[in-house]
């Protein structure tokens, strides 16, 4: 395999977790009875621009379809960064009822709901169906497609340019990198600027978070890559925030690299330093990454399989997508973990690709009263816990397992 950016031959794993079927496919009861598509799950890091990535197996249309249940607007967290986000753009960029917000990956309205309650012109794109008429029905205007220079062209000739471009945890999830920048460059107005947020590498790697691996990420993503990418596809980066969501992301912000009028702030040189420590630009840094995800699945098989012996019941909170990363590689059935507790409706009533463990509502659970509950979500785990405090009075007890097994009465 190639590098999806640079086109150097790729030879360095940062780990292979075996094979998966896609996180976000989640099964009904008749596809119970239909045979899974699993790929390959490795990850491979070019060693000329150290962009990390997965191997070529799964395409963007088997991943991001009608049935897409990944929904932003659950988390009471997200939604209050997200917020915030908003107020801080406005005040930072001047932006108002004469300007034009664009959101790519929109998802269910759950940041742009925030821009139109201010009054300031948007527009989102989001390509799969159900995310799409969630935005629509909170009166988003929304475009239903996958953002590409293609799209991008379209809406210039449209006279949608956009003053401030958003592209929250999406970056890290398009096949065609390159195109997908470039695609920026077009869409922004000449003093236009973009932000994207996506999970550092750097963090990936140090809190052992393998578990964020799954097909419908394609990049996994350093600053250093980055720069590269957007240099050489229209965009300069000028600022650089880290952010704890997702278990620590960066948020990135660029301008057209012909126009931009922002100097560039000592923060992204100081991040840079940062990676060049750690070894990041270094083909070391990634050696010994598969031994740690390997310790995290062995605890937790060898938790679970020791609660089962006592007679212990299982359960967890949360069908996220890096939960169903985790479960597959670990081999977890309901044998060891009964069901998974979900507040999104689009996912109550079905199941968990590969591991086939049903997906309940939160009053199953409180009927049941496991043991333990694993949080899959572990980024959210406060929020979790102060939602589900309840289960302590049946003496029922929180589990994570990245990045190491813990317990939490």
């Not at 008749?30 to 890091?45: A, G, I």
């Not at 300031?120 to 929304?142: L, S, Y």
């Amino acid at each position: 395999m190639k590098c999806r950016h640079c086109n150097s031959k790729l030879n360095l794993t940062l780990v292979d977790l075996g094979s998966a079927p896609p996180s976000n496919a989640y099964l009904s009861e008749q596809s119970l009875h239909e045979p899974e598509k699993w790929f390959p799950l490795r990850v491979l890091v070019c060693e000329n621009c150290w962009l990390a990535q997965t191997e070529d197996f799964a395409q963007k249309h088997e991943l991001f379809d009608a049935d897409y249940a990944y929904f932003s607007g659950f988390s009471k967290t997200w939604l209050a960064h997200c917020e915030k986000y908003v107020d801080e753009m406005e005040k930072r960029f001047g932006l108002n009822s004469n300007s034009h917000v664009l959101e790519v990956a929109a998802n269910d309205g759950y940041l742009l709901q925030f821009v139109m309650a201010k009054n300031i012109p948007c527009t989102g794109i989001e390509p799969t169906a159900g995310t799409a008429a969630a935005a629509r029905g909170k009166g988003i205007p929304v475009v239903e497609d996958f953002f590409s220079v293609k799209l991008a062209t379209k809406l210039f000739s449209q006279d949608k340019q956009a003053d401030l471009t958003i592209a929250n945890n999406v970056l890290a999830h398009v096949p065609d990198i390159n195109d997908f920048v470039k695609g920026f460059a077009i869409i922004l107005k000449p003093q236009g600027v973009a932000t994207f947020e996506f999970p550092h590498l750097l963090r990936l790697i140090a809190d052992n978070q393998f578990d964020t691996i799954y097909h419908e990420h394609f990049s996994y993503l350093s600053l250093t890559a980055v720069i590269r990418i957007f240099a050489e596809n229209g965009l300069s980066v000028f600022d650089v925030e880290e952010h704890p969501t997702h278990g620590g992301s960066l948020r990135v912000f660029a301008q057209r690299g012909d126009t931009g009028r922002y100097e560039r702030s000592p923060k992204v040189d100081d991040l840079l330093k940062k990676e060049t420590r750690h070894g990041m630009n270094t083909s070391e840094y990634y050696i010994g990454f598969q031994a740690k995800a390997d310790k995290v699945k062995n605890d937790f098989i060898s938790f679970l399989l020791d609660s089962k012996l006592k007679g212990e019941k299982a359960a967890a909170y949360g069908a996220a997508a890096k939960g169903n990363t985790l479960m597959n590689y670990a081999g977890i059935r309901p044998d060891l973990i009964s069901f998974v507790v979900d507040r999104n409706p689009a996912k109550q009533g079905r199941y968990m690709p590969g591991s086939r463990i049903p997906i309940v509502t939160e009053a199953y659970m409180q009927q049941a009263k496991p043991d333990f509950v694993v949080i899959l979500p572990w980024n959210l785990k406060e929020e979790v816990i102060n939602q589900l405090e309840y289960i302590r009075a049946w003496g029922g007890k929180f589990v994570t397992a990245v990045p190491k097994l813990e317990v939490t009465p």
